[in-house]
Structure formats: C-alpha cells, structure tokens
C-alpha cells in the first residue's frame, strides 16, 4: 500500500471547520483513500472513503485532487467531540488488503 | 446488534504468565482482525481471519502468539509467556466485503508486569 504523510498535529476552534491534509503521491490506480478517526481510549472508527470522486456523507467530507496525490478531509463545523487522532489510509481496492495505519494527526477543538 | 465487544477491556498480569482476549465480532461479518496499538503509535495489523481461516499473519506474530476462530464467529488471541514488551492495547475489528469499513471494538488493554 502507498505511503502516507499527515501533519503530526493541528488546532481547530469549535464551530470553525477543520481541514485536515494527507499526502499519498505514490497511490496506485486501485488504490482507496480511507479516513479514520481514534478518540482518546477508543477504537479507531471509519469516517469515509473515496477512489477518484469527492465524498460527503453525515460525518465529513473528502476532497481527493485530481491527480489523487493527495486529500484533505474535511469536518464543516467542528465540535469538542471531534478532538482525536486522524488516520488518512491509503488501501488497495481489488482482492483482501488490511489497513496500515500511521501516527496520524492530532487534532484539538478549542472552545 | 451492539458492535464489536472484546472481554476484557484490561487485564494486568506478571511476566511469564498466559492471557486470552476474546472478540466477538458483528454478527453477519466474516472477516475479522486483530490489531496491537501501543502508546503514541497507530495500530498495527497482527492477523485476520475470512471465516474460520485465518489468511494472513504480520511478522510481528510472534510464535508466542496464537489467534483462533474456531466456528468462524468469536476469536481468541492468545499469548503465552507474557512479556513486557507485550503490553498494548490488542484492537479487533470485523467488515463484511472487501472495500468497505472495517468496525472496531472497544480493545482489550494488556500490562504486563
């Protein structure tokens, strides 16, 4: 799977949103972008995922560049509860792979 | 149904001794993961299971470690002769096709003293 590259931490203030990047310029064609999320003694939990197209669902959204070396998922209004770590995940999509996670970002939402 | 459930949530033992966690996956997930997260780091994949088979091993299984899913529902990770370096949060996770999410418990956190 490609590697990717994430700021090691970013601040964001509540109700503000939260643009958190992730660099992938090795991704391969099938190759899926994946976000994660781990709060503080918690398992990670899924967020979203895309491919080519940018994605938005009830959680956040993912813009990928149109060369999909990198990405940047978005939280529109960010709240306490989102302060956690953020894993972006890069997967190939075609057979079994498992996901290999980095360090991640840390984000903290301020009041 | 309640997600991914790991029993238990913390076990404290002494070095040398055998532990077993058991992960109980989401009910009609056939693939299932285990995952060892020490402080500071992201989770690292150990081994995963598509029904009862286990398909894939990490290097860092060692052979003190055994992972078991016997009808291919619940899985047990085992590991004998504890040692400090083992201590981690263990994280199982369960999914149900090859592109979607993978759903993870609560984790089993080991110290080993």
């Known amino acids: 799977d490609a590697k990717t590259t994430q700021p090691t931490s970013m601040d964001c203030a509540e109700g503000r949103a939260a643009n958190l990047p992730c660099n992938h310029s090795?991704?391969?064609?099938?190759?899926?972008v994946y976000w994660y999320r781990q709060i503080h003694s918690q398992g990670p939990q899924y967020i979203i995922h895309?491919?080519?197209n940018n994605e938005t669902n009830e959680m956040a959204s993912l813009i990928i560049t149109e060369d999909r070396k990198s990405s940047t998922l978005i939280l529109p209004h960010a709240t306490l509860r989102d302060t956690a770590v953020y894993y972006c995940?890069?997967?190939?999509?075609?057979?079994?792979?498992?996901?290999?996670f980095g360090k991640g970002t840390m984000l903290l939402v301020s009041p | 149904d309640t997600g991914v459930s790991q029993n238990p949530r913390h076990k404290i033992t002494k070095r040398g001794q055998n532990v077993t966690f058991r992960c109980d996956p989401i009910?009609?997930?056939?693939?299932l993961y285990w995952y060892r997260q020490t402080l500071g780091q992201g989770p690292e994949f150990l081994t995963y299971?598509?029904?009862?088979?286990?398909?894939?091993k990490s290097r860092l299984l060692s052979d003190r470690f055994s992972a078991e899913r016997p009808k291919g529902s619940f899985s047990t990770l085992e590991i004998q002769r504890t040692e400090q370096g083992d201590s981690a949060m263990y994280l199982c996770?369960?999914?149900?096709?090859?592109?979607?999410?993978?759903?993870f418990g609560e984790g089993s956190r080991l110290t080993v003293l």
């Open positions: 996770a369960s999914s149900s096709d090859q592109v979607g999410e993978l759903f």
């Open positions: 090795t991704i391969s064609g099938n190759e899926y």
């Open positions: 299971f598509q029904n009862e088979a286990q398909l894939e």
């Open positions: 895309g491919l080519k």
């Open positions: 009910s009609e997930h056939n693939r």
């Open positions: 995940i890069v997967r190939a999509g075609e057979g079994y792979s498992t996901l290999t």
